[in-house]
C-alpha cells in the first residue's frame, strides 16, 4: 500500500508521483474515447449510415472488450500491471493510426474493435492498480478523484477534439491524440513503480473459480445485474447522442463537443467530492441507486429536443450571436449535465464495492473484469437495439426505451439488494450461533 497521505483537497493527490502517472493514463484514455465518439457522428454522416450500422459503431467495440475482460482481468492480478498500462497506451497509438486511413464505415467498425482491446487494457488495469495502492479508508478519494481526471480529459476532447476536427479535420486529430497518448506512456515508464499491485500468486487466482467465487458474493450479484440493464441505455446515450445531434439538426462536431461538455464539467467538479462524500457516509448502494435514477431522467429528457427546436428555432446569445436549432441545444445540453451530475453520484461508490469485494479473494482486477465484462453485454446489445428501433421508428422513441431499461435496472438492484441483505444477515446469525 502507499503511504497514508493527509486527507484534504482531492487536488492534494497529484502530488502523489504515482498517481500523476495513472492520471496520465485516464487522460489519454478518455481524451481518445471521447473525441472519437465526435468523429463517428462525423463518419456516420459522411457515409450515411443506418442506424444499425450506427449501432455496429458500439457494438463491435464493446464486443472486443467482451471477449478479453475476463482472460484480461486474470493476467493484470497474476503479472505486472505497468507492462498492461503500457501496452494498452501502445495499442491506443495504433487505433490512431489505423482511424487516419479509413474510407468506409467497414473500416470504421474494424478499427473500433482495436480500439475497444486498447480501452479495456488501460480502465481495466488503470482502475485496478489505483485500488490497490491507495491507502486505508482514502480508496473512494482515489477512486473519485481518478474518475474527475478522467471527466477532465473527457470534456478536454470533447471541446479540443470536437474544434480540431472541426478546423483540421481527421489526420491532424489523430497525430495529436497520438502525441498526448504517448506522453502518459512516459509518465508511467518514469514513475509508476514495478510492480503496482497484482503479481497475486497464479495459484491463488484460479480464474473461473475466482470469478465464481466473486459471483457467490450477493453484493457483486446485485452490481453485475444492474450493470447488464443500466448499460444497456447507457450506452445509447453516450453513442447515439452525437448522431442524433449531427444528423437530425446538422449540429457542428465543434458545437457537439459543447454539449457534452456540460455533463464532463459537472462529473470533472464533483466525482472527487461524491468519492470523498462515500467514504464519510458508507451506503454505498444508496449512491449507485440514487445516481441511476437522475440518469433516466436526463436520458428521458432528450426526447424533448425536437419539441423544444419546434418553439425555439433561433436564439441571440452574448458573444457567440445568433445560434439556430436553440431549442434542441438547450435540451441536449441541459440533459447531459443532468448525466453528469447522475454519473458523479454513482460511479465512486459502483467502483468501490467491486474493489471491496475484489479485496475478499485478493483478485481486485478479476473483480473489476466482471464488472466490465457486466458492463459490455448491455454495450453489445443496447447499440444494436436502439439502432434497430431508430431505423424501425425513431431515435427520441429510441431514448425513451433507454430511460425505461434504466429504471427497470434500478428496481431490480433494489430488490436484489435487499434480498442479499436479509441473506447476509440470516447467514451471520447462523455463524454466529
Given at each position: 500500500?502507499?503511504?497514508?497521505?493527509?486527507?484534504?483537497?482531492?487536488?492534494?493527490?497529484?502530488?502523489?508521483?504515482?498517481?500523476?502517472?495513472?492520471?496520465?493514463?485516464?487522460?489519454?484514455?478518455?481524451?481518445?474515447?471521447?473525441?472519437?465518439?465526435?468523429?463517428?457522428?462525423?463518419?456516420?454522416?459522411?457515409?450515411?449510415?443506418?442506424?444499425?450500422?450506427?449501432?455496429?459503431?458500439?457494438?463491435?467495440?464493446?464486443?472486443?472488450?467482451?471477449?478479453?475482460?475476463?482472460?484480461?482481468?486474470?493476467?493484470?492480478?497474476?503479472?505486472?500491471?505497468?507492462?498492461?498500462?503500457?501496452?494498452?497506451?501502445?495499442?491506443?497509438?495504433?487505433?490512431?493510426?489505423?482511424?487516419?486511413?479509413?474510407?468506409?464505415?467497414?473500416?470504421?467498425?474494424?478499427?473500433?474493435?482495436?480500439?475497444?482491446?486498447?480501452?479495456?487494457?488501460?480502465?481495466?488495469?488503470?482502475?485496478?492498480?489505483?485500488?490497490?495502492?491507495?491507502?486505508?479508508g482514502e480508496r473512494g478519494r482515489w477512486l473519485g478523484t481518478y474518475n474527475q481526471v478522467a471527466a477532465f480529459s473527457s470534456m478536454a476532447g470533447d471541446l479540443?477534439?470536437?474544434?480540431?476536427?472541426?478546423?483540421?479535420?481527421?489526420?491532424?486529430?489523430?497525430?495529436?491524440?497520438?502525441?498526448?497518448?504517448?506522453?502518459?506512456?512516459?509518465?508511467?515508464?518514469?514513475?509508476?513503480?514495478?510492480?503496482?499491485?497484482?503479481?497475486?500468486?497464479?495459484?491463488?487466482?484460479?480464474?473461473?473459480?475466482?470469478?465464481?467465487?466473486?459471483?457467490?458474493?450477493?453484493?457483486?450479484?446485485?452490481?453485475?445485474?444492474?450493470?447488464?440493464?443500466?448499460?444497456?441505455?447507457?450506452?445509447?446515450?453516450?453513442?447515439?447522442?452525437?448522431?442524433?445531434?449531427?444528423?437530425?439538426?446538422?449540429?457542428?462536431?465543434?458545437?457537439?463537443?459543447?454539449?457534452?461538455?456540460?455533463?464532463?464539467?459537472?462529473?470533472?467538479?464533483?466525482?472527487?467530492?461524491?468519492?470523498?462524500l462515500t467514504d464519510r457516509l458508507g451506503g454505498e448502494h444508496r449512491f449507485v441507486v440514487a445516481g441511476a435514477l437522475l440518469y433516466a431522467v436526463g436520458t428521458a429528457m432528450l426526447p424533448l429536443a425536437g419539441p423544444a427546436n419546434d418553439l425555439l428555432t433561433t436564439a441571440v446569445l452574448p458573444v457567440v450571436g445568433t445560434v439556430t436549432n436553440a431549442g434542441a441545444l438547450a435540451v441536449m445540453f441541459s440533459a447531459y449535465a443532468v448525466l453528469g451530475v447522475a454519473d458523479s453520484i454513482r460511479l465512486p461508490a459502483s467502483m468501490s464495492l467491486f474493489v471491496t469485494e475484489g479485496e475478499r479473494f485478493d483478485s481486485v482486477a478479476s473483480s473489476m473484469s466482471l464488472r466490465s465484462l457486466s458492463w459490455k453485454v448491455g454495450q453489445v446489445v443496447g447499440p444494436l437495439t436502439v439502432g434497430i428501433i431508430t431505423d424501425l421508428s425513431s431515435m427520441p422513441v429510441a431514448f425513451a426505451v433507454a430511460a425505461g431499461f434504466i429504471v427497470v435496472a434500478t428496481a431490480a438492484f433494489v430488490l436484489m439488494y435487499r434480498r442479499s441483505t436479509v441473506s447476509e444477515r440470516a447467514r451471520a446469525l447462523a455463524t454466529d450461533d
Open positions: 500500500m502507499a503511504d497514508s497521505e493527509d486527507r484534504g483537497s482531492p487536488l492534494s493527490l497529484f502530488k502523489n508521483a504515482e498517481f500523476v502517472a495513472l492520471s496520465g493514463t485516464a487522460f489519454a484514455r478518455s481524451q481518445a474515447y471521447s473525441t472519437l465518439l465526435l468523429a463517428l457522428a462525423l463518419y456516420a454522416d459522411l457515409f450515411g449510415t443506418t442506424g444499425f450500422v450506427e449501432g455496429l459503431f458500439g457494438a463491435t467495440f464493446a464486443l472486443a472488450q467482451l471477449l478479453i475482460v475476463l482472460p484480461l482481468g486474470r493476467k493484470i492480478d497474476t503479472g505486472n500491471a505497468k507492462r498492461y498500462l503500457v501496452a494498452g497506451l501502445l495499442v491506443n497509438v495504433l487505433v490512431f493510426v489505423g482511424f487516419i486511413f479509413v474510407q468506409s464505415a467497414v473500416h470504421v467498425i474494424l478499427v473500433r474493435i482495436l480500439q475497444g482491446v486498447g480501452a479495456s487494457v488501460l480502465w481495466i488495469t488503470g482502475s485496478a492498480v489505483v485500488g490497490e495502492i491507495s491507502p486505508d479540443v477534439g470536437g474544434y480540431l476536427l472541426y478546423s483540421q479535420g481527421f489526420r491532424f486529430t489523430y497525430v495529436v491524440l497520438s502525441a498526448v497518448t504517448l506522453a502518459a506512456t512516459v509518465l508511467v515508464l518514469l514513475f509508476l513503480r514495478d510492480n503496482p499491485g497484482g503479481m497475486t500468486d497464479p495459484e491463488n487466482a484460479s480464474g473461473r473459480e475466482t470469478l465464481v467465487a466473486l459471483l457467490g458474493r450477493p453484493m457483486v450479484r446485485s452490481l453485475v445485474t444492474f450493470r447488464l440493464a443500466f448499460s444497456f441505455g447507457k450506452m445509447a446515450v453516450i453513442l447515439f447522442l452525437p448522431i442524433y445531434a449531427r444528423t437530425v439538426f446538422g449540429v457542428s462536431s465543434l458545437v457537439i463537443g459543447g454539449i457534452l461538455a456540460g455533463g464532463k464539467l459537472a462529473k470533472t467538479l464533483l466525482q472527487g467530492y461524491m468519492g470523498d
